[in-house]
């Protein structure tokens, strides 16, 4: 799975600043992430920052999700 971190929000009861998100789509325009909701929606790309993470902690984090 893929994460991203959250860098800008325009509904912040859906998305928290800085927090680290699992991704289910990324494209150049648009971002489907598991909101606060527990919704899948997309967004603009531009709210996210993809991180790469090492396999030990996508692992775990797979884990705990």
């Known amino acids: 799975m ?3 971190f959250c860098v800008k929000t325009d509904d912040p009861a859906l998305l928290i ?8 789509l990324y494209d150049e325009r648009y971002v489907k992430v598991i909101d ?4 899948a929606t997309i967004y603009p790309a531009d709210f996210f920052l993809p991180v790469s993470l090492p396999q030990e902690v996508t692992t775990k984090l797979a884990q705990i999700a």
Do not use: D, M, N
């Open 2 to 4: 893929t994460y991203a």
């Open 17 to 24: 600043l800085r927090k680290l998100y699992p991704v289910t």
């Open 36 to 39: 606060e909701a527990g919704e």
